[in-house]
Structures are given as C-alpha cells and as structure tokens.
C-alpha cells in the first residue's frame, strides 16, 4: 500500500531531521571556532537565528537555570520561526559563554533611525516573557558583557518590561539606577485581552473527553485539528485564518515537529466523541507552560474554557507543575523601555561626545572642515572674499 503524499513527505522530513551525526540541527555549536568577541570573561558570538539548532545541547544543559523561564527562547523554536516567519527573517542570536557553557541567549533585531543604531529584543509572542535567556548565577555580568558588545554597533538597546513583578526588570533598573537617564521608560500600554469564553453546560462536560499527547504522530494530527478549528471560526468571525498565512502555518507545522523530540510541545485535544471542539498547542520550558496557538469549534463556544480548565489541572499533577500562562493573564500592561548602550554621536561628524573626551575634538572636527570647504571641496569657493571685514552684505544675500 501506498502511502499519500502528505504521509511520505512528513516520513521524508523527520528522517531529514534524524540523520547525520546531530540530526537536522547540525553540527554543535563551538563558541571557540566561531567568529566572536572576548569581554569581561566571556566569549560572545553573534549568529543568524536561522543556525540556532546547533545551540540545542548547549541549551538543554542550562535551561533550568534561567532567570526567567521561556518557552519562546528554545533554538528549535527560534530556528523555525526565523525560516519561516517572513517578520523573523532578519532575527539574529547573541550567544554569551563561559567555559562552554552557555550563560546568555538575546533574539535580536537591528534597527536603523537617522544617524543612530539600535538593538532590539522583540516580544515573539503575546504570552512571551520579553526577557532573553540569562543563566541566574551570572545574570548580572552576563547582561552588562552583552550591553557592553552590543554598544560597539549600536547606540540603545529597547526591550518590553512587564508592570508585574520580574526579575529581568529589576535586574535591568538595578544595573540602570546608578546612571542619570540611562534608561527611558515609554507609556504603559495595555495587552490586547481575549474576550471571556462562555462557560460550557453540565450536558456538554458530560461528554467530553481530553486528550494531550506529544508524540510526534500525535501532534502532526493535533496541529491539523486545529488549524480545521481556527479556519471554521475565522469564518464565522470574518477574519483571516492561520491558514491563509502560509509563512505561520509553515513555522507552526515545522517548531512543533522539532520540538516534539525534545518533549518540549504538546498538543491537548477536547473531543466529543470524533468531533474536536478545541484544541491548543502548549510549548514548555521550565517551569512555564505557554499556550502557543488555540482554536475552538465557532458551534461550542464553551469548549475554551474547559479546555482551559482541564489542561491546568493536568499540568498540576506534573513533577515540575509548570504555571499555563495565555495571551494577558495577570498582566497590568507593558512599557517600552530604551537602554543607552554609548553617548549619542554628533550630528556633524559624528564624533561621540563623551565626559573623557578632549574639549577640543570639536574644535578640531569644525577646523578640518572649514579646511575641507577651502581646500577645493565641491559647491565651495576657495577664493577669500574681497569684500572688507566691516562691509554689509547686499540686500539679495543678507542672511533672513
């Protein structure tokens, strides 16, 4: 028998992904043999995120040391999305290490305004942390070494702090405090709140059935229920579906896939009979667990907060009894915050007007450029005027 071409070409990956020495994650990577800077005793390396699968036994290691816990760091996860996501395309990875160890991981984006350079840590998603990975022993020197390469190529560093309590925050205020204006705080703005699901009745509870599972058969099959799912209720809702945006099916279809190995991605299914009326897709990091996606059945409404409710408790009766954090829950809102990384360079020249600096680079900088207009430059007169010192300019040329 013949298997369809969907079967064979999902067979045809994962094999893809299991062969060779580290399967489709690639080599390993070595900090020591990629091009990377020395500073304060760690070795930092800057590297598309697109190469982040050879970041993985490193990030297994000390995934459970994090500062914060996020599932949205995870190199498969991170991999995917840049290959996919064309909003990600241009993602980079600032790895931090020690000894081989790997102490910090910040997901990157340039960004370029007039005359200025700025680093960004973008929040991939609405239940995402917005903080980088930070090995918690070292967390401190790790982010000051990382803000310290960082300010070689760009002037600010901007990021997204939570009004709740966060320990990313305060190591960020705290290392900020002793500096005048160092760190700007935007307006507080609020996340973007689900609308509150419909309670199911007792007649539906009694004949649901849940069902999460991570095997990678499994969740191939869970994915497609629910995107079935979201398509439906797009439809009732007229909004445009997941699958309408080839670029996030591709990512969710491919970080599930790879992150189904790793037991890091699961699939929970709300099923009456054959029937699935809600679906969502649970990534997991160390003590956190992320809905990624979710999907209801647009004729049961009720069925979210059911699945809600028994994927909790499900995640209760785990060892490591991860928190299940949604888009905006316990969030008081969000502020864009901008970290000076070096002084602001001048607008003529460009010279970095620092407190150390000789008080007369200026002088010096306006003095080669007044030699500049005079030496032949074009659009300049190297003739000196004829008109006498004291004389009035005429009419038709007097400044305004």
Known sequence: MVAPMWARS??????????????ARGAVFDPDRHAGEDMAGFRLCLLPARQAEGLCTAWRQVESRALVSDPFL?????A????????????????VWRAGTLCGLFPLRATNGFLTRSWQIPRLHPAATGAPFLLREEAEQVFAAACMMLGTRATTLQFDLPQTASAFAALVRNQSSGRAARLREGALYQPALRSRATVAGPEMI???????????????????????????????????????????VNAIRAASRAMADDKSCQVALLRNGEDVLAAALVLFAHGRAVIWHEATHPAHPGAAMLL???????????????????????????RNCRLRLTARHDFLGGFARRRDASPDAADTHQLIRRAGRTGGN???????????????APSSRRAS
């Not at 999902?10 to 060779?20: C, F, K, L, V």
């Not at 995870?74 to 991170?78: A, D, Q, S, T």
């Not at 995917?80 to 790895?95: E, F, K, M």
């Not at 994927?311 to 008081?332: C, I, S, Y």
């Open 206 to 248: 009694a004949t649901l059935t849940f069902q999460r599972s991570s095997d990678a058969a499994s969740l191939r099959s869970g994915v497609e229920h629910l995107l079935d799912c979201d398509a439906r209720a797009a439809a009732r809702q007229r909004r445009p579906a997941l699958l309408q945006d080839v670029g996030t």
């Open 80 to 95: 995917a999305a840049a290959r996919h996501d064309s909003g990600l395309r241009d993602l980079q990875i600032l790895t």
């Open 378 to 392: 074009p659009g300049h007169n190297a003739a000196p005027s004829a008109r006498p010192a004291g004389a009035t």
């Open 308 to 334: 809600h409710e028994r994927l909790a408790a499900a995640l209760a009766r785990r060892r490591d009894k991860p928190e299940l954090a949604v888009t905006g829950n316990g969030l008081r809102g969000w």
């Open 74 to 78: 995870h190199p498969l996860w991170l």
């Open 10 to 23: 999902n067979q045809a990956a994962s094999e893809a992904m299991r062969s060779g020495p580290h399967g």
